[in-house]
């Protein structure tokens, strides 16, 4: 048959965010993980859609890790870029991230599709979509595609129409 395209998608975003969990969602059932733990480094996850063939860097977004994000800008095709759409508190600190991922040598020159998820809108004080795209300045990303999806990654909401998006945008 035909071959699928190969990919590599960097997941990114503050810990506790649900950047885990989402990658496991979108893993066949038979290989999901039951229990979800901190990522301690970073996690390889391979999974298939139907034209491409994904693989994952699943990072981890604790502070003392997030040295290590760099070192696969250049090998990425896209960003996965996750925000825990409840943790005001730390609203600052996931765009001080994405700034500074948006302005490294080695992403600010490539139009890479970057999806954003707008993650655990079940919670009670959930921020919208809409609003935690202001909180970012998202409109502000002139030069990639981008697109930000509100999502439940417990119940994995929301995560097809991100996967789709990227898709479109890998082709
Ligand atoms: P690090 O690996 O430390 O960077 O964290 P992470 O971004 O991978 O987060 P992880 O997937 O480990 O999820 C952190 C916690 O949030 C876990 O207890 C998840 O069950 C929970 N969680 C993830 N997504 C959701 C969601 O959509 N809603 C709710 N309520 N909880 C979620
Ligand atoms: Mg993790």
Redesign the pocket.
């Known amino acids: 048959g035909l071959k699928k395209k190969e990919v590599n998608v960097l ?1 990114l ?12 969602q979108l893993k066949p059932p038979n290989t999901q993980a039951q229990e ?5 480094g970073f996690n390889i996850e391979k999974f298939k859609s139907s034209s491409l063939s994904f693989t994952v860097f ?5 502070s003392r ?1 997030r040295n290590l994000w760099e070192h696969y800008y250049k090998e990425s095709h896209a960003i996965i870029f ?1 925000i ?1 759409s ?1 943790d005001k508190l730390r609203m600052v600190v996931a765009k001080e991230e994405l700034d500074t991922l948006l302005n490294h040598e080695d992403i600010r020159s490539k139009r890479i599709p970057v999806l954003f998820f707008a ?5 009670q004080d959930a921020m919208s979509s809409v609003k935690v795209s202001q909180m970012l300045c998202l409109e502000n990303i002139k030069d990639k595609p981008w697109h930000i999806c509100a ?5 994995g ?1 929301g995560l097809q129409e991100g996967l789709d998006w990227l898709q479109d945008h890998l082709k």
Not at 15 to 24: A, E, H, Q, R, V
Not at 36 to 40: A, C, L, Q, R
Not at 58 to 62: H, I, K, N
Not at 119 to 123: A, F, S, V
């Open positions: 997941c975003g503050l810990d506790n965010s649900g950047k885990t969990t989402i990658i496991n979800i733990v901190p990522t301690i699943d990072m981890s977004g604790q890790y996750v825990d409840s993650n655990k809108i079940d919670l999502s439940n990654a417990i119940k909401e």
